[in-house]
Every structure is written in C-alpha cells, then in structure tokens.
C-alpha cells in the first residue's frame, strides 16, 4: 500500500495518493508504528498541499495544520527523529508559500516553529530567519495602503537574519538583508514615522557599522544618518527625541455633589465620622462601673 500510495504521488496522482496514504495513517495508528505513522502524515499533507485544484484557507487550518503537528511530534517525540522532522516542516513552509494569501502566514509560523524546536545549528536559524522574512514579505495586502501586508513584520525578520549573519562572521549575507530592511522600511512619505522609533534607529546605525567593521573593504554601507535624514525632510536625525506628552498638572476636580454645595472633601476614606463626645462619655461611664463590679 505505501508503495501504491509512493507511486501515484511521482506520478502526480495526488488524489488517490491522499486517499491511500489516509489508510496507511489508520494502520500505522493502530499498529503503534510511530515512524512509519509520522511519515504518513508527512505525505498526506505534501500531496493535499501540491494538489492543483488547492486549499481553501478553513480546510488548510483544520486538516493540514493537525497533519504536521502530528507528523512533528511523531518524530521529534515518539521517534527521536529531528532530521525527519526539520524535513517535513521545510518543505511544507516552501509550499505553503506557494499557496498565498493566508498561505503566507502559515509558512512563517512554521518557519519560526522550526527556530523554536532548534532543529537546526547557529547556520540554519539565520536561513529560516530569512525564509520568515521572506514568507511575510510574500503577503501581498488589499486596496491602495495594502492593509494585510506584512510588511513591518518581514523587515523586524530582516533584522534578526541580519543580526544571525554578523554572529557567523558573515558580513556579505548581513549586508544583503540589512538591504532589505531599508527597502522594506521604505515606506510612503507620509508614513516616515516608521523611523521615529529610535530604538530602531539606533539599532540599524549599530548594524550598519557591524557591517562595515566586518566587511573591511573600500565600500562601506549607506549611512543610516543619511538615509533617514532624505526621508524625513530637514530634520536632523540624530537630535529627534521622542515626544514627550505633557502632563496634567491641575489638581484633582472634587465631587460635583460635595463643590457644588461648598463642602470640603472628606477626610476619612471609610466614610466613619467622629464619634461624639456626649457618647464618647457615656461609653467611659459604663466601662468605669463594670470595673468597680468586677
């Protein structure tokens, strides 16, 4: 059956290739077959993923999405395989980009799955890094501001591949992807608050020199200062500090009840007046003759 299933899948008989290897999913199920059962999975999401008619996004989030968490956790958990299991989740990220649209989102968030599980060394979370950066930046949004894109979101990406290439002494690649942040911020004049952060700012100008530190060449990279100074204008970059909003400092208005009839505020928070002293007194008296009994 497996072999039925391997070769309708080569020769792209997705459909009766789903349709067997969801058999061989039971079996293996059954059987307590955990490897063989994580690679059922494994494939069953490949050929509903590279089936032409495509996925809508609702069976894409119930099918798909259970099939390679089970596939996952079959081989890291059950199987004590991170090989397999880094296989599965890079080539479903590959294809869910294929798909568009919410397919983009789902490729990055398993691309930062396999960063979490760390089934990759210092190398292969800079690649991954780059391939979230990539999947958000495949995200094409709607209508003339593009609301859906994620754009912000591939360039914070852009920056942690930037910031995993410097950590290998990979200057040339850090500088690619630095590239791309710039590009990626490079938004609409009227949207240049983007670099009103200035953490951010300090960020990419220590980035940048990062680079051109580790580059040692005659070709330093494009000064953040400068760049930024072109897109905001006449302002200078480095004297911006974020605005501060002024405070209050007009003492609190006291109830409308209490100021409308000239009464101060109450002192006492629980709302206990003094005692009064004819009942002070008499509470003394009683306390005096019970002492005299006694």
């Given at each position: 059956?497996?072999?039925?299933?391997?070769?309708?899948?080569?020769?792209?008989d997705f459909r009766l290739?789903?349709?067997?290897?969801?058999?061989?999913?039971?079996?293996?199920?059954?059987?307590?077959?955990?490897?063989?059962?994580?690679g059922a999975n494994e494939?069953?999401?490949?050929?509903?993923?590279?089936?032409?008619?495509?996925?809508?996004?609702?069976?894409?989030?119930?099918?798909?999405?259970?099939?390679?968490?089970?596939?996952?956790?079959?081989?890291?958990?059950?199987?004590?395989?991170?090989?397999?299991?880094?296989?599965?989740?890079?080539?479903?990220?590959?294809?869910?980009?294929?798909?568009?649209?919410?397919?983009?989102?789902?490729?990055?968030?398993?691309?930062?799955?396999?960063?979490?599980?760390d089934l990759t060394g210092?190398?292969?979370?800079?690649?991954?890094?780059?391939?979230?950066?990539?999947?958000?930046?495949?995200?094409?949004?709607?209508?003339?501001?593009?609301?859906?894109?994620?754009?912000?979101?591939?360039?914070?990406?852009?920056?942690?591949?930037?910031?995993?290439?410097?950590?290998?002494?990979?200057?040339?690649?850090?500088?690619?992807?630095?590239?791309?942040?710039?590009?990626?911020?490079?938004?609409?004049?009227?949207?240049?608050?983007?670099?009103?952060?200035?953490?951010?700012?300090?960020?990419?100008?220590?980035?940048?020199?990062?680079?051109?530190?580790?580059?040692?060449?005659?070709?330093?990279?494009?000064?953040?200062?400068?760049?930024?100074?072109?897109?905001?204008?006449?302002?200078?970059?480095?004297?911006?500090?974020?605005?501060?909003?002024?405070?209050?400092?007009?003492?609190?208005?006291?109830?409308?009840?209490?100021?409308?009839?000239?009464?101060?505020?109450?002192?006492?928070?629980?709302?206990?007046?003094?005692?009064?002293?004819?009942?002070?007194?008499?509470?003394?008296?009683?306390?005096?003759?019970?002492?005299?009994?006694?």
């Open positions: 059956m497996r072999k039925l299933a391997d070769y309708a899948f080569m020769l792209r290739a789903q349709s067997t290897y969801e058999l061989l999913r039971t079996d293996y199920s059954n059987d307590k077959a955990w490897k063989y059962y994580a494939m069953t999401a490949l050929t509903m993923l590279l089936s032409p008619s495509g996925l809508p996004a609702k069976i894409r989030a119930e099918t798909v999405d259970q099939l390679l968490e089970a596939a996952s956790y079959s081989y890291l958990a059950r199987s004590l395989s991170p090989y397999y299991c880094l296989r599965t989740l890079a080539v479903a990220v590959e294809l869910l980009m294929l798909q568009g649209g919410s397919g983009a989102d789902d490729a990055a968030r398993w691309a930062c799955r396999i960063t979490e599980l210092p190398l292969g979370h800079a690649i991954f890094a780059e391939r979230v950066a990539a999947a958000y930046a495949s995200r094409q949004g709607t209508g003339s501001k593009q609301w859906g894109a994620r754009k912000r979101k591939s360039a914070l990406w852009s920056v942690f591949a930037t910031e995993a290439w410097l950590n290998l002494d990979r200057p040339r690649q850090a500088e690619k992807n630095l590239q791309e942040v710039f590009k990626k911020y490079d938004l609409k004049a009227k949207e240049t608050e983007a670099f009103g952060f200035q953490g951010m700012r300090i960020m990419l100008a220590d980035l940048a020199d990062t680079v051109d530190m580790k580059k040692g060449d005659s070709e330093p990279f494009p000064n953040l200062d400068s760049v930024l100074a072109h897109k905001m204008g006449h302002l200078e970059v480095t004297g911006v500090e974020p605005a501060m909003d002024k405070l209050d400092a007009r003492p609190h208005r006291r109830s409308s009840n209490l100021t409308g009839l000239g009464a101060s505020a109450p002192t006492d928070p629980l709302g206990v007046g003094p005692m009064p002293m004819e009942r002070a007194g008499r509470v003394d008296d009683d306390d005096a003759q019970e002492e005299k009994l006694s």
